[in-house]
C-alpha cells in the first residue's frame, strides 16, 4: 500500500502561537476599526488542516466600549500566484461582492494576507452552508434559485484571474498523469485514451471567449445562506476558464446526494431549479459541456485512487470511475447542439455519479 503524502505548511506553527498573533493582529484591528482599539484577548482554534479561526476581543479605553471580530486564516504553501488570487478577490468585492450587496450575493471581506505566514486573512461569516441544508432536506428551490443565481454573478463578472485553467491543464493535474498508469495496467488504457483524446479535441474547438471567471472548487459547501443572503466562500482558487466545469462540479455532488440520501424527488427538484435559473441566463450551450468535466472528473479521481492504492478495492473504484468518465464522453458524443431543460435532464441521468 502507497502512504498519503503529508502536507506540511512551515508556517503551520507560527500561525497558531497566540502571542504572535496578538502581535501580528493588534495592527490589524487597529487599521479596521481605528487606532484607539485595542486587541486585549485572543483566541485560536484549528477546525480543520491549513484553517485557523481567530476570536478577537478589542476594547476602546476612552469610549469603554468592546467588540467582538471574528476571522478564518488559511495557511497556503509560499507562491506568486496567491497574491494575485488576493488581488482578485479584492476586485470582486468592489465590483459588488461586498456584503450590503443589494443582489443579496456577496463573498467574506479579504482582511489581509500575509505571505510571511502564507496566510491569507478573511472575515468569517455566518448563515448555514448550502451543503448541510441539502443533507438534511431543509434546502428549498429558492434556496438553489439563490445558488444559481449567486454562480451567474460569478460566471459573468468582469474580473479576469491570471491562472487559466484549460483541459490540457485538468489533464497534467491528474497524479500520476493517465498515460503513466496505463502502462502498468493496460487494461484500462483503451477507454482512458478515449477520454483524453475527446477531451483535447473538444478543448482545441472551444472559442476563447467560453472562458469566465470560475470557482475552481464549485460544490454547495462553498455556499452560505444568510437570511437570504448568499455568500460565497473560498474563492482563492479563482481560474479564468470553462464555467461548465463548475456546474459539473455542482451535478457530481447532487447526484452523490441523490444516491446516498435516496431522495430522488428532492433533489431533482432542487436540481431543475438550479439549471433553469443558470442556464437561463448564462445560455444552455455550457449545458452540452458538462459530461466533459464530468469525464475528466471521474479520471483525475481514478489517478488519485491509482496513487494512494487505499483498501482491499482500489482497483475494482478504479475501474469503475474510467468507466463513468467513458460513458460521460459517449453521452457528451450524443448531445444534441442545442440545449434545453430536458435535454440537460437527460444528460444528467445518462452520466452515471460517484462511486
Known sequence: MKRKKQYFAPTMGAVQE???????????????????????????????????????????????????????????????????????????????????????????????????????????I??????????????????????????????????????????????????PRPDQFCQE???????????????RACQDQLPQDVRKPIHGDYHPGQV??????????????IKFADPAHDIAEVVLFLKRKERKARRADYIHGLRDTFFQTYFDRMGWD???????YEALIHLKRACKLYRMQNGENWRDEMQMLIQQGHTCISVLKQSPREMNLDRAIQAYEACPGWV
Open 18 to 124: 497566540v502571542e504572535r498573533m496578538r502581535k501580528v493582529l493588534a495592527p490589524i484591528v487597529q487599521q479596521h476599526f481605528g487606532n484607539a482599539w485595542q486587541l486585549r484577548q485572543l483566541t485560536i482554534e484549528v477546525p480543520k488542516k491549513r484553517l485557523m479561526r481567530y476570536k478577537i476581543e478589542a476594547y476602546h479605553p476612552a469610549e469603554n466600549r468592546t467588540l467582538k471580530w471574528r476571522l478564518i486564516g488559511k495557511v497556503y504553501s509560499p507562491t506568486n500566484l496567491m497574491q494575485k488570487g488576493v488581488e482578485i478577490i479584492q476586485q470582486l468585492w468592489d465590483e459588488g461582492f461586498n456584503r450590503d450587496s443589494q443582489d443579496g450575493i456577496s463573498i467574506p471581506e479579504h482582511v489581509a494576507y500575509l505571505p510571511d505566514l502564507s496566510l491569507l486573512l478573511m472575515e468569517e
Open 286 to 292: 455550457i449545458a452540452g459541456r458538462i459530461p466533459l
Open 185 to 199: 495496467l493496460p487494461e484500462f488504457a483503451a477507454n482512458v485514451q478515449e477520454i483524453i483524446e475527446t477531451a
Open 224 to 237: 452560505h445562506i444568510d437570511n437570504g443572503r448568499v455568500w460565497i466562500l473560498d474563492l482563492d482558487k
Open 126 to 175: 455566518m448563515g448555514r452552508p448550502l451543503r448541510q441544508m441539502i443533507n438534511d432536506g431543509t434546502a428549498s428551490q429558492q434556496d438553489m434559485d439563490s445558488f444559481a443565481r449567486a454562480t451567474v454573478k460569478l460566471h459573468q463578472s468582469s474580473v479576469r484571474p491570471e491562472r487559466t485553467y484549460s483541459v490540457h491543464d485538468q489533464l497534467e493535474s491528474c497524479k
